[in-house]
Nanobody, 126 residues
Framework: QVQLVESGGGLVQAGGSLRLSCAAS????????SGWFRQAPGKGREFVAA????????YYQDSVKGRFTISRDNAENTMYLQMNTLKPEDTAVYYC???????????????????WGQGTQVTVPS
């Protein structure tokens, strides 16, 4: 049974930083790709960042480029999202997602992933 568990959310002032973690269990081998999505109140879930584990290629939503960094730790089967220079519009529930069992495919859409975490709240007051 695959489980993804996020941690690291919280309340931070504008301009501050947070680091989200996503620990995967239930698989002994690395995923094809993993990503972060977020959902603000009253809005749909949107792509934030993704990483392809085979070559560490990264993908970002334009609004977070230069501020957020996605990374992964092979040994720990853990993914991270370092978020710097946070803005009120970054306030959302952040979800991690992962996909195993393939060596190709898209990584920026909700439907590209098979497994999801429960979400962690990030709040940046205006």
């Amino acid at each position: 049974q695959v489980q993804l568990v996020e941690s690291g959310g919280g309340l931070v002032q504008a301009g501050g930083s947070l680091r989200l973690s996503c620990a995967a269990s239930g698989r002994t081998y690395r995923p094809y790709a993993s990503g972060w999505f977020r959902q603000a109140p009253g809005k749909g879930r949107e792509f934030v960042a993704a990483i392809r584990w085979s070559d560490s290629r990264t993908y970002y939503q334009d609004s977070v480029k230069g501020r957020f960094t996605i990374s992964r730790d092979n040994a720990e089967n853990t993914m991270y999202l370092q978020m710097n220079t946070l803005k009120p519009e970054d306030t959302a529930v952040y979800y991690c997602a992962a996909k195993w069992g393939t060596t190709t495919g898209q990584v920026m859409g909700e439907y590209d992933y098979d497994y999801w975490g429960q979400g962690t709240q990030v709040t940046v007051p205006s």
